[in-house]
């Protein structure tokens, strides 16, 4: 399945943005879906994901209450909704799948996001 993300930009402090990550080529139905992030100089950390059904979620504790993570089967997307924003979220957004909850195998481009102080 190939994977693109969008829906990064510039927000202040406290803002919002809404990350979707549309999917081809196969059907998502059957992945796990997730997001990463990295932030300058820094390796990659995992930010959240969803089950297949959308019945189970997990996120990072420093997300956690802030950040929700959906899915839309019918539209072979998924997102990431960013509330509360801070400067510590800058990083690029990476959206990822596993096939039937395996190993994440499958990567977007990423997304920046950038949040000023």
């Known amino acids: 399945v190939q994977l693109q993300a969008c829906g990064g930009g510039v927000v202040q402090a406290g803002g919002s943005l809404r990350l979707s990550c549309a999917a081809s080529?196969?059907?998502?139905?059957?992945?796990?879906m997730a997001w990463f992030r990295q932030a300058p100089g820094k390796e990659r950390h995992f930010v959240t994901s969803?089950?297949?059904?959308?019945?189970?979620?997990y996120y990072a504790d420093s997300v956690r209450g802030r950040f929700t993570i959906s899915r839309d089967n019918a539209k072979n997307t998924a997102y990431l909704q960013m509330n509360s924003l801070k400067p510590e979220d800058t990083a690029v957004y990476f959206c990822?799948?596993?096939?039937?909850?395996?190993?994440?195998?499958?990567w977007g481009q990423g997304t920046q996001v950038t949040v000023s102080s």
């Open positions: 969803i089950s297949s059904s959308s019945s189970s979620s």
């Open positions: 990822a799948a596993a096939y039937n909850g395996r190993s994440y195998e499958s």
């Open positions: 080529g196969r059907t998502i139905s059957s992945y796990t």
